[in-house]
């Protein structure tokens, strides 16, 4: 009877649990666009509210009835916001939201906020492409390896050539980054429809190639935790040829300068400058979004060393090719900042043409997804 007893207790104790934590509602976007964010937490002495929406800090929640604890964010503009909550020093997801994403080991929930540039990173009711995970064998590399790859609405039935964007994510990322964390496949779902874009396919491929595929789908790896790595060094260059090879054998695409574009952020800025310097007239649109990419020599123990050596004279060749696009974009308190500069005088000084945006901020996903949008409606125009 006792036993009974203890039981009922338990199970209700639980459900009174559950019951306050399926009432809290978080986040809740409010008519001006603040945010209030609420988790229950009934025992904390401490609740915090960390990321984007408080500017990369962390502030106090204020525990209200019920143990549920709240903090409003002043009103935000139209924007993707990644956010997490720490309670007495612990960090954690909210249990409310079931909005999640992964930046290589960090797990964070997000918020959209739709009327101007949200807009463009939710899915609307318009048509939609296809993202597949493609394995590609890789003979330089003597391995397989796996990309995504993102198909315009009605590639399937169109029987089209299609232009192709190689789309390079930076340190720490994978061939999800830009579908996860980019909203690559929202943005150019929606830009199309808007007809404010050309339907391109795009290929997102892993840039870190110490492994072949994310976490959980390696098969020479098993589960292995993610740490933010990457490749600063030839061998993704080196087998990009692999890449291009697999998606114009299997893909219906543009087989010329001008059906090529290539793209990338940080790591893969660098890897996007070094692809284009050793492939003079393959790609007529090249963009470094918050690039590290600069002039540099490497040493000999580098598996494929020439890949990096003689960089201006590359340049000069990749130049005389006549590119139709050559963007850089970076934010005005990224901390590559100044080597950003140091790449344009170079390229000023030879009479280089190419297209400068700067923008507020850091070295952060606004202002990626921004020059993802902006590049693609620069491409591929007929």
Known sequence: MKSRFLLVLIVSCFCSTLSWSQKVISPVINADHSVTFSVYAPKATQVELGGEPVNFHSVDMKKGSGGVWSYTASPLR???????????GVYSIDPSNTYMVRDANDIYNYVILPGDRGDLYIPQDVPHGTVSRVWYDTPVLGTQRRMSIYTPAGYETSGKEYPVLYLLHGQGGDEDAWLVMGRAAQILDNLIAQKKIEPMIV???YGATQHQAIPGEAGNEGMYRPKFDGAYNTTFEAHFVDILSHVEKNYRTIKAPEGRAIAGLSMGGEHTFQIALNNPGTFDYVGLFSSCAHIREINGKEMFPELYMNTEAKL???FEANPKLYYIAIGDKDPL????????KLFDSHGWKYVYVESTGGHTWYNWRVYLADFVSRIFKR
């Open 78 to 88: 139209s924007d993707f916001y990644l956010y997490f909550f720490r309670i007495d």
């Open 337 to 344: 900042y100044q080597m950003n500069v140091d790449l344009r």
């Open 203 to 205: 290929v997102m491929p």
């Open 316 to 318: 000069a060749k990749q």
